[in-house]
């Protein structure tokens, strides 16, 4: 496999690891938490870091997802004591814990492989020269093999507890009735969420982390009405804006994370404009046929309150129209003519008749 | 899309729900609830027979919804303890079916209304295992009993405000419980809706079924229940309707604030 498409590879399965997780987090309203948590992992590498001295050390990652459910707490106990709302709580836990990493950093290993730049937006393209040998066999890169362990443990994860996540935040208390300890869902969670953090944070970066965990799932909210399919959608759309994003980062020669996080927004707007039910294009559609059909129903309403009656012959003219409904004459002449079209309406020179079709209309109106 | 129910296997009948009269179907003891030391229940002690159709009245952070809630073991108590058929809550989860308030959950969640009213079988289920089939058709034929098996494959955030109340009442209906645990089901449906319910809730005690429920319409309390309890913090009153129903107690409950008069 030549370097790039191990790059794209990796990228693609850090992406639909990401993506996992992330749906529950945008339906239980957390997604900022992916943000803190991307930031804080920071943290425990650098004390795993300061403790063993070995930036290879098993204990860094171990450091960072304590640090990361850490954050969790740390969020949660601030706005129990309700003096602080869960979206300042975040605000105020996750820029601590960073810059006392990055403090830490600059003063104990300033000279150390561990620079704020990288934490950033990671550094994807020499991802595939960090290799794994075991016993003089190459296994493949690190970031590979973590992603891949990480996506298996998301799959396991979500496979072994879809139902139980599912009522857990859909109806909590339900789920506590039943015995199924929400609380400890929540935990396992975001274990789960700080494990997969670390493992793409170290190959991509937190800004990418982030928009991998909360884009895609965010899209595929718009598109669909189901919980499974929204996974399967979301892990689809984040592995597209990882591979189109470095396709685009490699044509434009610009960075590889900023290209793939460009294209997560990107796939959002676009479902955002056009998805089929609740985009914005289909949604102002809906809402301009039923302006018409309520235009139309306003006017069948009022010819026939008027049928019969002694101003028949004025109420009932295309001229009355514009004074009696306070529409503009152009807006009257339209529903006139969409009127006549659908066979509600009949014309015979200055006269508007009610068609059968019409008085049905007219009947109904208000009626459901 | 039309979906068409196989015979639902249904859960094996139990034990009748009161195996003799001594055991109440719900029996609260010095129940004493609070939120950082300040009490919201105080020393309560309720005992709930089988078979009743049970409204908890009392105004606004009176304690009613925590009472309920303690009852299903969702708040600690400080003090007291609540019992279901004579055991802990804990081993009775199966004899208690819960409908929440229905503005306790996000309606816009992507799932389908048949699909919320298998989750009332998820308890019976268990860790891990999966619903099949046979949650589908209990699913499906308690939508039925609410009118609403039309709707089974509709998104959730479609529905109204009374058709949510009716997939939340099928959800807990799917349960098969002894004991149904409602916190105002009645707020915010329409007149059609609220007659649909009060008859589903008959229909539940004369299965011999003991029916709780969290309610704010005075008005309605001594036609649609046959036991009371007033709640303020204290219990005030509790017992059969005509004894505890009564201007008095009302006027005690309410701090002499209510303009309802008892109907009888």
């Known amino acids: 496999m030549t370097s790039q498409q191990e790059v794209q590879l990796i990228a693609a399965v850090i992406a639909a690891a990401c993506a996992l997780p992330g749906v529950f987090l945008v339906l239980r309203r957390m997604a900022m938490m992916s943000d803190a948590i991307s930031h804080t992992v920071l943290f425990g590498i650098v004390v795993g870091f300061l403790l063993t001295r070995d930036l290879g050390s098993p204990l860094l990652f171990l450091g960072a997802v304590l640090t990361g459910v850490l954050t969790v707490s740390l969020v949660e106990l601030l706005n129990q004591t309700r003096l602080v709302k869960q979206d300042a709580a975040i605000g105020l836990v996750f820029p601590v814990l960073f810059s006392i990493a990055v403090i830490l950093i600059s003063r104990f290993a300033g000279n150390v492989h561990l620079d704020t730049d990288a934490v950033l937006l990671g550094e994807l393209a020499y991802a595939p020269f960090d290799r794994v040998v075991w016993q003089g066999i190459d296994l493949g890169p690190r970031a590979l093999l973590v992603g891949s362990g990480v996506l298996l443990l998301n799959l396991g994860f979500i496979g072994l507890l879809y139902k139980e996540l599912k009522l857990a935040t859909f109806d909590p208390a339900l789920a506590a009735t039943f015995g199924f300890l929400p609380v400890l869902l929540h935990y396992s969670l975001m274990t789960i969420v700080s494990v997969t953090a670390v493992a793409a944070f170290d190959a991509v970066g937190s800004i990418l982390v982030i928009a991998l965990m909360i884009a895609p799932p965010a899209t595929a909210y718009l598109l669909t009405e189901r919980l499974s399919t929204m996974l399967w959608l979301s892990v689809l759309l984040g592995v597209a804006s990882a591979l189109v994003g470095y396709w685009l980062a490699w044509a434009l020669d610009v960075s590889i994370a900023g290209s793939m996080a460009t294209m997560t927004g990107v796939l959002f707007a676009g479902a955002f404009l056009f998805a089929p039910e609740r985009g914005i294009v289909a949604t102002a559609r809906r809402r301009t046929r039923q302006r018409w059909a309520f235009a139309q129903q306003m006017l069948a309403v009022h010819l026939h309150n008027h049928a019969g009656s002694s101003d028949e012959a004025e109420e009932c003219s295309p001229a009355a129209l514009h004074g009696h409904l306070r529409w503009s004459p152009d807006f009257a002449a339209q529903v006139l003519q969409r009127a006549e079209r659908n066979g509600i309406v009949r014309r015979e020179a200055e006269r508007l008749w009610l068609t059968e079709q019409g008085c049905r209309l007219a009947q109904t109106a208000g009626a459901g | ?264």
């Open chain 2, 1 to 264: 899309m039309m979906y068409q129910p196989h015979q639902p296997h249904q859960p094996p009948p139990r034990p009748p729900a009161a195996p003799h009269a001594a055991v109440p179907a719900i029996a609260v003891s010095d129940l004493t609830v609070a939120y950082h030391e300040q009490p919201v229940l105080w020393d309560i002690d309720l005992h709930v027979p089988a078979g009743v159709l049970l409204a908890i009245v009392g105004p606004n952070g009176a304690g009613k919804t925590t009472l309920m809630k303690a009852m299903l073991g969702l708040v600690k108590p400080a003090a007291g303890q609540v019992a279901i058929f004579g055991g802990p809550y804990r081993q009775q989860r199966q004899r208690v079916g819960y409908v929440p308030q229905r503005g306790s959950v996000d309606w816009d969640f992507p799932t389908s209304v048949l699909d919320v009213v298998m989750m009332g079988r998820y308890g019976a289920l268990g860790w891990f295992r999966r619903p099949g089939r046979n949650e589908r058709d209990l699913a499906f034929t308690a939508l039925q009993q609410v009118n609403m098996e039309a709707y089974a494959a509709r998104q959730i955030s479609q529905l109204s405000g009374g058709q949510q109340q009716r997939v939340f009442l099928a959800r807990a209906l799917v349960q098969a419980a002894d004991i149904y645990l409602m916190d105002e089901p009645f707020q915010g449906v329409d007149a059609v809706t609220e007659h649909a319910i009060i008859e589903l809730l008959r229909e539940l005690r004369a299965q011999g079924k003991t029916v709780v429920v969290v309610h704010h319409d005075l008005q309605t309390v001594p036609e649609y229940f046959d036991w009371v309890t007033l709640l303020n913090v204290r219990r005030i009153a509790h017992g059969p309707m005509a004894e505890v129903f009564t201007e008095a107690n009302l006027s005690h409950t309410y701090g002499g604030r209510t303009a309802a008069v008892p109907r009888r």
